[in-house]
Structure formats: C-alpha cells, structure tokens
C-alpha cells in the first residue's frame, strides 16, 4: 500500500525516476615491466551522461595461480582510498582523473611477486551497469628473449628506412645536378659553334677560269 502511494505521488508530482545505461570500461590487455621499475595501469569508461559527481572507481588484484582477488584501492566522494594491509599498500599511488572519466593507478618498484591479473571497475551514476575490464601484469628480471627482439627489429627497420631515405635524398641530388651540366655544355656547345660560323662568314663561289677541265 505505502509502495502504491509513494509511486502515486511521483506520478502526480511529475517525477521521472532516471534510467541507468549501460557504461563500458576499458583497461589495457596486457603490460610488461621490469623488476623495481613503475608503472601506470590504465582505466577509462564511456558514458552517455555527463561525469557524475558521485563517480567511483575501483581496483582488484589477482596474483598469477590464486583464484581470490583482493580490493586495494577505491575512489569514491573525491577521496582515494588505498588497501592498507594489502600487497601494494606503500606502492599504489592514483594518478587518475575522475573529471576526465580516468581511474588510473601507478605501481611503484615491481617486484616478481606482482605478477597477476588487474581488474577496474567504475560506476557513474545512474550509470551502473558495466562489465569491468582487467590487465594483466608480467614483471621480468630482464627484458625478455621476445621483446629484445621485437624492439631490436623495429629499431632496425627505422635506421634501415632512415638509411634509405638519405641515399634517395642525394641519388636525387646527384641526377638533378648532373642534368643541369648536361644541359648547359649542350647549350654552350651550340653557342660556341654558332658563333664560329658566324666569323667564317659566307664561302665565296669558285673561279669558273681557274677550273681544269
């Protein structure tokens, strides 16, 4: 009866409940680092309506093998919050921006054990529903074999490109000059040869008495 009367009244009154949507968050898939090292995880979302003051964000850590996730940090009424007792307690930092839909946290000096999966999930009221998004985290003691490679290969393909580049540059050069000097022998010659012509002047006709027959 009361539920009845409650929804009477909005309706009279004129009041519209607002509709959630559906809000879409993004992380990245996957990030590699090494041991000591930081890094910043990435979290983002899309929302039809305006940024709420009332926006949250919140990150779960899974270490590599473990089926349990762990909350360590929340942001929520313009406060971060940071898990105290958890693995990252002195090394989480909130480097995001809730006005400009950023929850991105910056993990401080790596180590091994870090390795694992990280999930974001925020909320932007009424827009609640959404599926959070996870990244996951490999720490190396060194570069891997794979990665060496893949960064030696491009770093190659750009001097290579480079290298290229600059042979074409002055191969260009080179034919544009040597056109140039081509040009004007040719042009001088016809001049040089013109004008000695003209100094020869016309070949008289010859004597007709002074012909043997």
């Not at 309506?49 to 009332?54: G, H, I």
């Not at 040009?183 to 012509?197: R, T």
Request: proline share 6%; hydrophobic share 40%; charged share 20%.
């Amino acid at each position: 009866m009361l539920t009845f009367l409650a929804l009477t009244s909005v309706a009279l009154l004129g009041i519209v409940p607002e509709q959630s949507q559906a809000i879409v968050i993004y992380t990245g898939w996957e990030r590699h680092a090494l041991v000591g090292s930081d890094i910043r995880l990435s979290c983002s979302f899309f929302s039809w309506r305006w940024t709420s003051e009332d926006v949250t964000f919140s990150w779960t850590y899974r270490p590599d093998g473990s089926r349990d996730a762990i909350s360590i940090f929340h942001y929520t009424g313009g406060a971060a919050y940071v898990d105290n007792k958890g693995p990252f307690r002195d090394r989480l930092e909130f480097v995001g921006n809730p006005g400009r839909r950023d929850g991105s946290i910056l993990l401080k000096n790596l180590e091994l054990s870090d390795n694992g999966t990280f999930t974001c999930d925020a909320k932007n009221p009424p827009d609640i529903v959404g599926r959070p998004s996870s990244v996951r985290l490999l720490v190396f003691e060194k570069v891997p074999i794979q990665a060496g490679v893949i960064t030696g290969a491009i770093i190659g393909v750009v001097l290579g490109l480079l290298v290229l580049i600059v042979v074409i540059y002055y191969l260009m050069r080179f034919l544009v000059a040597r056109r140039v000097f081509s040009l004007s022998v040719s042009k001088h010659g016809k001049k040089k040869k013109e004008g000695s012509q003209q100094r020869q002047g016309p070949v008289p006709p010859a004597d007709p008495s002074k012909i043997k027959v």
